[in-house]
């Protein structure tokens, strides 16, 4: 009986151990390339910088005519988000991320405004 309830104990806690890893948000930080592509302006690449503080992010991309686009978001697990602002002469205009993490790799869709969504892929470079 004793060592039915010891075996039960240690299982419950083998179980809780993997439930806190597959739960646990992942680390971007580092720069990633990433490719958004299907847009009127056909496949677009930039570099993004995130800086993370547990489940916040802060993001830094490089934007058309070398224009610098800066945001924030979060990551909670896999999954990733964030928004940045692009000011211009039209006004401002945001871009809303959403995807998943997998390892070296992001992927999702970027929502642009009126404009729709497109889809993104990310590889990180350091």
């Known amino acids: 009986m004793r060592l039915r309830g010891l075996t039960i104990g240690i299982l419950a806690l083998g179980s809780l151990a993997v439930l806190a890893l597959a739960a646990a948000t992942v680390d971007i930080s580092g720069v990633w390339e990433i490719t958004t592509t299907q847009t009127p302006q056909g496949d677009m690449t930039a570099d993004a910088t995130f800086v993370q503080d547990k489940e916040a992010i802060k993001v830094s991309m490089a934007g058309p005519q070398g ?60």
Do not use: H
């Open 67 to 126: 224009m610098e686009m800066k945001g924030e978001g979060t990551v909670k697990g896999q999954d990733v988000e964030w928004t940045v602002t692009i000011s211009g002469g039209m006004g401002e205009f945001v871009l809303v991320y959403k995807g998943k993490v997998d390892g070296e790799t992001m992927s999702g869709e970027v929502q642009a405004g009126d404009f729709g969504s497109f889809p993104w892929t990310a590889k990180k470079k350091n």
